[in-house]
């Protein structure tokens, strides 16, 4: 059996990769930080190697004529190279004005190697200006090469010539397409990679308002629900303490029950906002959601604060937890709304119908009053319910009983669950 090579990802990089890597990055950034200190150095260089080429008389190796005036060749020598300062910044004008100084120079043959940092201006302008400029500037760039070929060249040699000088432009031209290719796929890089940092933080943020909703839509429940039950025990109470002591407490201890009932379930549902490595005492232990199976205990209590509640239930419940909350809360809602609005002497009954598929309707219906009171502005009880119904895809709808009958009517369905 073969070795098993090692996955790319995991490949360290050469020491020599990587610390040319580090330099260039390095490099590029002191250049981002300070731009005239690279140019000028690099203008200077230039400037340096072309009067070093007139001074040590190096220009006349190459010449057509030794006739053409010192100042003239000084003068050129400068025009070729100090505009490089603004190479960058002005590529296309640089270039235009070298064009006739390098005219003059094929004309007069002085052939100054200088003449080819025109070369840097075709870099630059392939770098940062449309491709279809290339056309224009070969032309620039190559038009000096014909007149010298014309007024010096013989028959053979003139096809080198142009050749070497088309050959120089479509090197430099391709080196300066890989540099700005490179340079387009790393500002797509860094655009996708902010891009998605951007989503990833909306994500959290969405997360965590969703988690702000469901935990003001259980603390809602918890606390508007016991709160309802204290309520009308403590009414209870109070008419039965003249009469039957008993009874009055009877009802004081249904009070302490639910009541701890309440914090408990607050307690649960306060520590997953706990940080778990914050110094101090451990979070409580956790508990699970309520479910239908502990729809018994909300009825007992409901009926221990006073409203007889009468129960029908068809089918067998084979839910999931979470479709198995949605019904639990709502059915624990509507009593709440029950307790608080449908006035003495009312009653509640809850039709429960299991269906296949995960399907389920449920009805709760009391004998209250028809009109319910206003709206609290701000209430969480009927938007809660809906929004705990509309995870599921299901409706839910409230409101008086069909004449002449006399209440409240809270109806759910849950549509069939769609396989995964």
């Given at each position: 059996?073969?070795?098993?090579?090692?996955?790319?990802?995991?490949?360290?990089?050469?020491?020599?990769?990587?610390?040319?890597?580090?330099?260039?990055?390095?490099?590029?950034?002191?250049?981002?930080?300070?731009?005239?200190?690279?140019?000028?150095?690099?203008?200077?260089?230039?400037?340096?190697?072309?009067?070093?080429?007139?001074?040590?008389?190096?220009?006349?190796?190459?010449?057509?004529?030794?006739?053409?005036?010192?100042?003239?060749?000084?003068?050129?020598?400068?025009?070729?190279?100090?505009?490089?300062?603004?190479?960058r910044t002005h590529p296309v004008a640089v270039l235009l004005?070298?064009?006739?100084?390098?005219?003059?120079?094929?004309?007069?043959?002085?052939?100054?190697?200088?003449?080819?940092?025109?070369?840097?201006?075709?870099?630059?302008?392939?770098?940062?200006?449309?491709?279809?400029?290339?056309?224009?500037?070969?032309?620039?760039?190559?038009?000096?090469?014909?007149?010298?070929?014309?007024?010096?060249?013989?028959?053979?040699?003139w096809h080198q010539q142009v050749g070497a000088i088309l050959?120089?432009?479509?090197?430099?031209?391709?080196?300066?397409?890989?540099?700005?290719?490179?340079?387009?796929?790393?500002?797509?890089?860094?655009?996708?990679?902010?891009?998605?940092?951007?989503?990833?933080?909306?994500?959290?943020?969405?997360?965590?308002?969703?988690?702000?909703?469901?935990?003001?839509?259980?603390?809602?429940?918890?606390?508007?629900?016991?709160?309802?039950?204290?309520?009308?025990?403590?009414?209870?109470?109070?008419?039965?303490?003249?009469?039957?002591?008993?009874?009055?407490?009877?009802?004081?201890?249904?009070?302490?029950?639910?009541?701890?009932?309440?914090?408990?379930?607050?307690?649960?549902?306060?520590?997953?906002?706990?940080?778990?490595?914050?110094?101090?005492?451990?979070?409580?232990?956790?508990?699970?959601?309520?479910?239908?199976?502990?729809?018994?205990?909300?009825?007992?209590?409901?009926?221990?604060?006073?409203?007889?509640?009468?129960?029908?239930?068809?089918?067998?419940?084979?839910?999931?937890?979470?479709?198995?909350?949605?019904?639990?809360?709502?059915?624990?809602?509507?009593?709440?709304?029950?307790?608080?609005?449908?006035?003495?002497?009312?009653?509640?009954?809850?039709?429960?119908?299991?269906?296949?598929?995960?399907?389920?309707?449920?009805?709760?219906?009391?004998?209250?009053?028809?009109?319910?009171?206003?709206a609290r502005r701000g209430g969480r009880g009927l938007p809660?319910?809906?929004?705990?119904?509309?995870?599921?895809?299901?409706?839910?709808?409230?409101?008086?009983?069909?004449?002449?009958?006399?209440?409240?009517?809270?109806?759910?369905?849950?549509?069939?669950?769609?396989?995964?």
């Open positions: 059996m073969e070795p098993v090579k090692p996955a790319p990802e995991h490949r360290a990089a050469e020491p020599l990769t990587e610390h040319v890597q580090r330099f260039t990055r390095r490099l590029g950034a002191f250049d981002r930080r300070r731009p005239l200190v690279w140019d000028l150095h690099f203008t200077a260089f230039w400037v340096i190697a072309a009067l070093t080429d007139y001074a040590s008389g190096g220009w006349r190796h190459n010449t057509h004529s030794l006739d053409v005036p010192g100042g003239l060749v000084i003068a050129m020598s400068l025009a070729f190279s100090v505009p490089l300062l603004w190479r004005f070298m064009a006739p100084v390098d005219l003059v120079n094929a004309w007069t043959g002085a052939t100054l190697q200088a003449a080819l940092l025109q070369l840097v201006l075709v870099f630059h302008i392939t770098l940062r200006r449309p491709l279809r400029a290339l056309w224009w500037v070969t032309a620039v760039v190559t038009a000096p090469t014909f007149v010298t070929v014309a007024r010096y060249g013989d028959d053979g040699s050959l120089s432009i479509g090197v430099v031209a391709l080196i300066a397409i890989t540099t700005r290719t490179r340079r387009d796929h790393t500002e797509v890089l860094e655009d996708r990679a902010h891009r998605l940092e951007t989503e990833r933080d909306q994500q959290i943020r969405l997360a965590a308002a969703a988690e702000r909703a469901r935990i003001a839509r259980e603390m809602h429940d918890i606390i508007g629900h016991n709160l309802s039950v204290v309520t009308g025990l403590a009414d209870g109470g109070r008419y039965a303490a003249a009469k039957s002591p008993e009874r009055a407490a009877q009802a004081l201890d249904a009070i302490g029950t639910t009541s701890r009932q309440a914090l408990a379930e607050l307690r649960r549902l306060l520590d997953v906002l706990r940080d778990d490595e914050q110094d101090g005492p451990p979070a409580a232990e956790l508990a699970p959601q309520p479910a239908l199976t502990d729809l018994d205990r909300l009825l007992d209590g409901v009926r221990r604060a006073g409203l007889p509640v009468g129960t029908s239930i068809n089918g067998r419940a084979t839910l999931p937890e979470g479709r198995q909350l949605t019904l639990y809360r709502v059915i624990q809602e509507a009593l709440t709304n029950t307790l608080k609005h449908a006035g003495p002497d009312a009653t509640a009954h809850i039709d429960l119908s299991y269906e296949a598929g995960g399907a389920v309707t449920l009805t709760v219906t009391d004998t209250g009053l028809t009109t319910p009171p206003p809660g319910m809906r929004e705990r119904t509309s995870l599921y895809g299901g409706t839910l709808e409230a409101g008086p009983r069909p004449h002449p009958e006399r209440g409240w009517r809270v109806h759910l369905h849950l549509p069939e669950e769609i396989p995964q």
